[in-house]
């Protein structure tokens, strides 16, 4: 079985660029969250997808977006790149969506904004 | 709003000893209370997870965690540890609704010492 995969793994971008992260859910999953992690911190709760539809949203701009697609993979896309953008950036997928599914994460996609 | 607190930044213990790693909750309802365990190039990985029933969890890797809700308390500890369980370990904090708004401490840096 294949676990959760994240593209790419590092990424340097500049102040003002836009940048897309993508997220493969493990198999059998419908439901995918996106977490940021600076340095240092804990992860955020962005926001989570469910069957394609935004399901829920952490305290995060409108610069921050999301897909999910009919194979339940996901991107991630941040415009307007700020320097306190650069993070760590984390999926996670379940098989619902509810807070007893249990998340399986990924390895995360380390983003650096210059 | 939820939060979570882990008091301990950084920790060091001596392979073969005890370890507890300590984390504070709020939450108006009973909440569901989560510990994670990330290494360096990893994901966070699941450890247990408490939502009802009996205050004392199970994990892998022979970690344990007891709820208290008197002290709004959820500890992790391991009765010996072993020099692979070095890694940062993050309480987490969820709530029963329709997504998994799940929110995370700081976490805590174990080091682990021969």
């Known amino acids: 079985e294949t676990g959760v995969t994240q593209s790419p793994t590092h990424l340097i971008k500049t102040r003002g660029q836009q940048v897309t992260l993508r997220c493969s859910s493990q198999?059998?999953?419908?439901?995918v969250s996106w977490y940021q992690q600076a340095l240092g911190q804990g992860p955020q709760f962005i926001f989570q997808?469910?069957?394609?539809?935004?399901?829920g949203r952490g305290n995060f701009p409108p610069r921050f977006s999301g897909l999910q697609f009919p194979n339940y993979s996901s991107e991630l896309n941040v415009n307007a790149l700020e320097l306190d953008d650069s993070a760590l950036y984390l999926c996670?997928?379940?098989?619902?969506?509810?807070?007893?599914?249990?998340?399986?994460f990924g390895p995360g996609t380390r983003l650096t904004v210059l | 709003a939820q939060s979570v607190t882990q008091p301990d930044i950084h920790i060091t213990v001596s392979e073969g000893a005890s370890l507890e790693l300590r984390c504070n909750y709020s939450?108006?309802?009973?909440?569901?209370l989560f510990w994670y365990v990330q290494s360096p190039g990893q994901g966070l990985q699941l450890l247990l997870k408490?939502?009802?029933?009996?205050?004392l969890v199970q994990g892998i890797k022979g970690f344990e965690a007891e709820f208290k809700r008197s002290q709004s308390s959820f500890n992790l500890r391991k009765p010996s540890v072993h020099w692979s369980d070095a890694a940062e370990y993050f309480c987490?904090?969820?709530?029963?609704?329709?997504?998994?708004?799940?929110?995370f401490g700081t976490g805590t840096k174990l080091q682990v010492i021969p």
């Open positions: 198999s059998g999953h419908n439901t």
């Open positions: 408490y939502f009802s029933g009996d205050t």
């Open positions: 997808y469910y069957r394609e539809e935004e399901n």
């Open positions: 987490a904090v969820g709530a029963a609704g329709g997504y998994q708004k799940v929110t």
């Open positions: 996670a997928s379940s098989e619902g969506r509810g807070s007893t599914d249990t998340q399986y």
């Open positions: 939450y108006g309802a009973t909440p569901y």
